[in-house]
C-alpha cells in the first residue's frame, strides 16, 4: 500500500488566495483526520471524518477553513482567504476504525502564506 | 488542547544509551499510544497500551502505564543515531469519539 497520500508537498502563496490540500487515505480506513502542526501550539486536530461523514469539527480555527470528504478515497481541507497565521505544516491521517486505533500519518503539507 | 504532557521536553544522548520519556495525562482513558516524527516528515505509530495493560514490549522499545497516576514511559534501549527524532504520546479518552490527544512531544537526539 503507498500510504496515506498529501499533496502537494509544498505550498507558498500569498495572502488572501484560495489554499486547497488533498488528501488520499489508505484504501479501507473508514477514519480521516486532518490535524496543523506549528512549533507554538504543537499538533491540533482540525476536523476527524468517519465513514465520510464530519464527526467533529470543533478544532476547525474559523470560517476560513473548509473540509470535505466526498468519498472513501478523497479529502480537501480547503482555507479561503488564507493568512500569514495559517502557515503550518498540515497532516491527514486515516485509521481503520476511528475509535482511537492507530493512526496513519501522510508526509504532510508545507504551507507557508506570505 | 493538549491531553498529553511529554517529560523532557528535550533528551541529548550518546548510542547505545537507553532513553527515558514520560508522558501524564489528566482524564480517563481507552488507550495510550506512543508516535514517532523524524524532521520534516509524518509521524509514525510505535506502539499502542490499552488501559487495562501495564506494560508492553515491542523490539527495542518498552512502554508501561499507570493509570493511577494517569502517566505513562517509553523506554528506548541501545539506541542509535536513527532514534533521533521527536516522540510524542497521544490518549484516546472514553467520551472522545475516538479523537487522539497529542502532547507537545519530546525532542530525542543520539549522537554517534
Known amino acids: 500500500d503507498a500510504g496515506v497520500i498529501q499533496s502537494p508537498r509544498h505550498e507558498v502563496t500569498e495572502m488572501g488566495q484560495e489554499v486547497t490540500l488533498r488528501c488520499k487515505p489508505i484504501?479501507?480506513?473508514?477514519?480521516l483526520f486532518w490535524y496543523r502542526q506549528t512549533m507554538m501550539r504543537g499538533l491540533e486536530l482540525l476536523i476527524y471524518?468517519?465513514?465520510?461523514?464530519?464527526?467533529?469539527d470543533s478544532g476547525m480555527p474559523e470560517d476560513r477553513f473548509s473540509a470535505k470528504m466526498p468519498n472513501a478515497s478523497f479529502s480537501t481541507l480547503k482555507i479561503q482567504p488564507s493568512e500569514p497565521r495559517d502557515s503550518a505544516v498540515y497532516f491527514c491521517?486515516?485509521?481503520?476504525?476511528?475509535?482511537?486505533?492507530?493512526?496513519?500519518f501522510g508526509p504532510g503539507t508545507r504551507l507557508l502564506v506570505l | 488542547s493538549q491531553q498529553g504532557e511529554e517529560d523532557p521536553q528535550a533528551l541529548s544522548i550518546q548510542e547505545g544509551e537507553n532513553a527515558t520519556m514520560n508522558c501524564s495525562y489528566k482524564?480517563?482513558?481507552?488507550?495510550l499510544q506512543w508516535y514517532r516524527q523524524n524532521s520534516g516528515r509524518g509521524l509514525v505509530h510505535l506502539i499502542l497500551?490499552?488501559?487495562?495493560?501495564r506494560e508492553k514490549h515491542s523490539g527495542r522499545l518498552r512502554v508501561t502505564l499507570d493509570t493511577s497516576k494517569k502517566s505513562s514511559s517509553l523506554l528506548i534501549t541501545a539506541s542509535r543515531a536513527a532514534d533521533t527524532a521527536s516522540y510524542f504520546c497521544?490518549?484516546?479518552?472514553?467520551?472522545?469519539?475516538?479523537?487522539?490527544?497529542f502532547g507537545a512531544g519530546t525532542q530525542v537526539v543520539v549522537t554517534p
Open positions: 491521517a486515516s485509521s481503520l476504525t476511528g475509535g482511537g486505533q492507530t493512526q496513519y
Open positions: 484504501s479501507g480506513h473508514n477514519s
Open positions: 471524518f468517519n465513514n465520510n461523514v464530519p464527526i467533529d
Open positions: 482524564t480517563s482513558i481507552n488507550n
Open positions: 497500551i490499552r488501559s487495562n495493560e
Open positions: 497521544a490518549t484516546d479518552a472514553p467520551d472522545s469519539w475516538g479523537k487522539l490527544q
